[in-house]
């Protein structure tokens, strides 16, 4: 069975940071690529950032480019995004993808 479980997310004051890990089971990740994305309320999901399953290229939404970095860990199962100079709008429930499968997502919410 396809897991993917996201952590991570919390309450930050604008300019802060959080660090949101997705642990994957039920798939090897070595080929797959990965992504977040963020549904803020009233809004419909975007993608935020991407890793590629081989040669690990990142894309990034030009909303968080510059500011939020992905990275993975194969041997740890997990992919995670440091969001650093968070803003008020960086405000969201954020989701973990492969392509396939979702997490349940993590709150993170920028309020000062």
């Known amino acids: 069975q396809v897991q993917l479980v996201e952590s991570g997310g919390g309450l930050v004051q604008p300019g802060g940071s959080l660090r949101l890990s997705c642990t994957v089971s039920?798939?090897?990740?070595?080929?797959?690529?990965m992504g977040w994305f963020r549904q803020a309320p009233g809004k419909e999901r975007e993608g935020v950032s991407c890793?590629?399953?081989?040669?690990?290229?990142?894309n990034y939404s030009d909303s968080v480019k510059g500011r939020f970095t992905i990275s993975r860990d194969v041997a740890w199962r997990t992919v995670y995004l440091q969001m650093d100079s968070l803003k008020l709008g960086d405000t969201a429930v954020y989701y973990c993808?492969?392509?396939?499968?979702w997490g349940r997502g993590t709150q993170v919410t920028v309020s000062s």
């Open positions: 993808h492969n392509g396939a499968n």
């Open positions: 039920g798939f090897t990740m070595d080929y797959h690529a």
């Open positions: 890793i590629d399953g081989t040669i690990g290229s990142t």
